[in-house]
């Protein structure tokens, strides 16, 4: 029924635009026959009606974005006020560790900047202001703290120009510092922030090397060249260790500096070690990183690539061997198509993007994960991720092929209509059955909103030659 609804659309506006090149009513006919009926035989998504999206659609869907954000920052401005993040079910507040960091602000400050919802950035400045300390005797994750609160410091501050963001963000750069300190030089996962006590040398790619843009940053404000050099001596212990064929693994021990899970993927746990050596060439013309993106994509595309009736996914395969281990595929392995944007492999982005059409339209939500060759969820939720869309955007911005405002069209629409709740908006614990669960993750107005609404605003609101995004959505301005 909705396959004929989305067939019959697109038949007003074929007809429409090609009308002065294909006259003939039964040459039509058999066309959109031929269409309807690969639609069903690929079981091809079609996601919504191949209609132009004027500007004041853009707009319109510009400021339903806004009114989104207004309504999730209200809801944890109610309910939640100095908490780290906002439980949108039981309408509470809820913290991270054992005291509050006051994580959505300073996740969302940059997105309200930009969609320049004044009043909530106002009241976000304050509340980091008057709460905010990392004099704490208080263990965290190295990685989610320096992706959310150092890139989110930092992007403020340069939009911003209020000093306070970077004076805190100093102070927390020196605090995790200690972290850095084993026999490799790749993290512990987590640091204490008073003693600098480390724990769980246990970790994976994306939390070793995720470091360079923020750390970066951090160098070109204080001057002292150590938290670059950190950075990236991490990142190249991982990239040294890659196996005979060029790939790595999803978990290593940081004193040893031996895999201890060899499956190589591109999603959960490795996919920003692999975005960081790109986007630190891009944002300080770092030619050693981009040489080792160069050498780790190829054999990404060599080994992991896999072309289907319903796009491209990437799977999994045994870094040694580069042997399928497991034809998985999810939301965070959706970033890919957006990074492959920016660094100028536009043919491969697109199919990477079907696939991620594919994955989303199946469920009218993506899974965490799924089995690409049999499409049998293996993870059900959606914690209001953004990769699919944050992929959408870049490929929109470097196409303008109006198929990706279609396709972010989408998502925000699903997203909006279905996660919503009186006091925010919730994840979902099942794409198949569409409960919900007590979750609004601090990256839902981070990333998920900030992305969705740069697909339909005028390319000045952020331009791409002046800043690279961070892997938390933070902005950061590219250095003359
Ligand atoms: C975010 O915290 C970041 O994008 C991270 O790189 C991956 N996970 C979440 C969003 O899904």
Redesign the pocket.
Known sequence: MELKVSVTLQYTSSVKCQACRIQHPSFMKIKLFLIFLTGILLQVPFVSPAQHLSDAAKKLQCDLIVDACRHAWQGYMKDANGYDALMPISKKGQNWYSSSLVMTPVDAFDTFYLLKMKKEADEAKNLIFKDLSFRKDMEVQLF?VS??FLGGLIASYELDGDPRFLNLAKDLGKRLLPAFKSPTGMPYRFVNLQTGKTRDPLSNP?EIG?YLLEFGKLTQYTGDSVYYKTAKKASFEVFTRRSRIGLVGTVIDVNTGNWINTESQIG?RI??YY?YLYKAWLLFGDKDCKAAWVASNDVIVKYLYTKTTKGAFFTRVDMNTGIETRPLYG??DA?YAGILTLSGNLALAENIQQGNTYMWAKFHMEPEEFNFRNDSVTSPGY?L???NM?SCFYLYRATKDEQYLRMGKKMIDDILSKCKTTDGFAAVKDVRTMELEDSM???FL???LKYAYLIFAPESTLDLNQYVFT???HPLKIAK
Do not use: H, K, M, V
């Open positions: 989610e992706i959310r994306a995720s959960a996919d920003s975005e939301a965070l970033f914690a991720r953004p990769e944050e993750e601090s990256f981070a990333e998920t892997t938390e959505a």
